[in-house]
């Protein structure tokens, strides 16, 4: 097998490692595809050295088939088309004992705490592997995961149809959110300043307008004879993206941040206040997210054609990566992993 293997700061090995049986309890799984996400791209840079460590195998967003089974696992076959949920909560601190162990403090979420899916062959806890159906392709799968954190995100803000939602950020969960939400019957705008995000936004059918040229405030307020959106989602990670989500919503409008701001910002708590504006929170996914986002991705309702910009080869990582950290006309970048299990 092949495995991707993180050595510091802009700088990948792709090994030739023996294949390990699956332990009582996994299922050994034949990667097929794996997505390089916004996590990936911080870990690439070295941002996160403290919790990912010299010769770490990273990657949680990937399709695959079974290709063994361990001791003490039932109902799969091999072959079988299949996706992971990579994250293992405790089952024993507050949240997981509240019920909430999609933010367990103790998570290990594989391909950061734990090995992750750019290797050929992964072994994986059988109760975190979701089945695909067979006429999914594994190309559009691989898609899966973030589907499931825009569904997560929608499902917290509580949108109804009919609403007016407005999502800030343009990147790939921004335009996934923004799907998930016009599906469920909101009408939806999206605010991106990068004119190739924009344009994919049009081509998958959404609403996107340029922040620089257009006042999101002054549009939504126009279409909501002054009332305002009922959901924003903030996924810039930005402190112009926050204060656009805020003064865009109407009276107990929701905010839902999305986006990781990795220092504090300025909000404007009188509006809040005013207003009687409601934040949330949204971290990760839950099981039924997951199930949800293969529904919708096998139904059609993602246009995965347009949000995959390309697929590279396994021994072409590092420049998988630089194409992705130069941005401009990318979106998803898959790592084909087809023929490299041996």
Known sequence: MEAVV?????????????????????????VAYTGICGTDLHIYHGDMDARVGPSAIIGHEMSGRVAAIGQDVT?????????????????????????????????????????????????????????????????????????????????????????????????????????????????????????????????????????????????VNERTGGAGADVAFEVSGSAAGVETAVDVLTTRGRLVLVGIHTQPRPVNLHRFFWRELELFGARLYQRDDVAEAIRLVAAGAIPTTQLISGTMPVHAVEAAFAVLERGGGVMKVLLDWRGTAR
């Open 75 to 219: 109902g799969w076959s091999v072959g079988e088309p299949v996706t992971v949920m990579p994250t293992r909560s405790c089952g024993r601190c507050a949240a997981c004992q509240r019920g909430n162990s999609h933010v367990c403090h103790a998570m290990n979420f594989l391909g950061i705490d734990s090995p992750g899916a750019m290797q050929s062959i992964w072994n994986v806890p059988a109760d975190l592997v979701l089945a695909l159906p067979d006429a999914l392709p594994l190309h559009d799968a691989a898609l899966v995961e973030p589907v499931a954190v825009a569904v997560h995100d929608v499902r917290r803000s509580g949108l109804g149809a009919d609403d007016y939602a407005v999502v800030v950020g343009g990147g790939p969960v921004g335009v996934l959110i923004a799907l998930v939400a016009q599906h469920a019957g909101a009408k939806v705008v999206l605010v991106e300043p990068n004119p190739f995000r924009r344009s994919v936004a049009r081509q998958v059918g959404l609403e996107a307008v340029d922040p620089q040229m257009v006042d999101a405030v002054a549009l």
């Open 6 to 30: 993180y050595r510091g700061a802009r700088k990948f090995e792709v090994e030739d490692r023996a294949a390990e049986p699956p332990e009582p309890g996994q299922l050994a799984i034949e």
